[in-house]
């Protein structure tokens, strides 16, 4: 079946860095691609829609320059959080729009820890 | 913003009892989907229902929507310790192309 890889898994990076989180498409290619943030015991919440070769398109109270947010290629969009800090701690998980079915499949998730 | 809410927030059985979980929305949507997660990990599918569907099964599943309400329900039977995890409704709305999640239940089974 269709799988939809995050890397990494986990990643702690000190405050005031940056760190990419990437979500592929493995087999089957993907124009639209989805960013969620959920904190512990809560809901997913969609931060962004990335779209294949053009800007994202952020939900309300979500900083674009802090979530950055890349999508060069039907198989790989990429969220950037820059100048990190504790606060941006969380699980972040990505979907992908399959192009031909329209069915959405959901990444493992990427735990970030900012210290 | 979060579409819709679940109840019970948290709900804990016995093995072999049934699970009922429930989800409002808000607004107009394509279908209902339901997933489960287990702690710190990433989401299962279990099941879509459209609009125009009013149940649906899946093994132990049995999924229900009532679009006069802005309800469904999901069903576990004969629930085992390894349900125990968080399940939460998402919708389809008929005016944007991203899944919205609920509020989700933890559900727990105790052996």
């Known amino acids: 079946g269709a799988v939809v890889s995050q890397h990494p898994s986990r990643v702690i990076c000190k405050s005031g860095t940056s760190v990419k989180i990437e979500c592929r498409s493995l087999?089957?290619?993907?124009?639209?691609m989805f960013w969620y943030r959920q904190f512990p015991k809560k809901s997913l919440m969609l931060m962004a829609t990335?779209?294949?070769?053009?800007?994202?398109?952020?939900e309300q109270g979500v900083e674009k320059d802090k979530f950055l947010i890349n999508h060069a290629s039907l198989t790989l969009s990429t969220l950037t959080v820059t100048s990190a800090h504790p606060e941006d701690s969380s699980f972040y998980i990505c979907?992908?729009?399959?192009?031909?079915?329209?069915?959405?499949?959901f990444g493992e998730g990427s735990w970030l820890t900012v210290v | 913003s979060q579409q819709g809410e679940e109840d019970p927030q948290a709900l804990s059985i016995q093995e072999g009892e049934n699970a009922t979980m429930n989800c409002s929305y808000k607004?107009?949507?394509?279908?209902l989907q339901w997933y489960r997660q287990n702690s710190g990990r990433g989401l299962v599918h279990l099941i879509l229902?459209?609009?125009?569907?009013r149940e649906k099964h899946s093994g132990r599943l049995r999924v229900t929507l009532d679009t006069s309400k802005k309800s469904s329900s999901l069903l576990i039977t004969a629930s085992r310790a390894a349900d125990t995890a968080s399940y939460f409704c998402?919708?389809?709305?008929?005016?944007?192309?991203?899944?919205?999640f609920g509020s989700g239940t933890r559900l727990q089974v105790q052996p």
């Open positions: 979907s992908a729009r399959e192009n031909s079915g329209n069915t959405i499949y």
């Open positions: 087999d089957f290619q993907a124009t639209t």
């Open positions: 990335s779209n294949e070769g053009s800007k994202a398109t952020y």
């Open positions: 607004t107009s949507i394509n279908n």
């Open positions: 229902i459209r609009s125009n569907e």
């Open positions: 998402a919708t389809m709305d008929t005016g944007r192309r991203a899944l919205t």
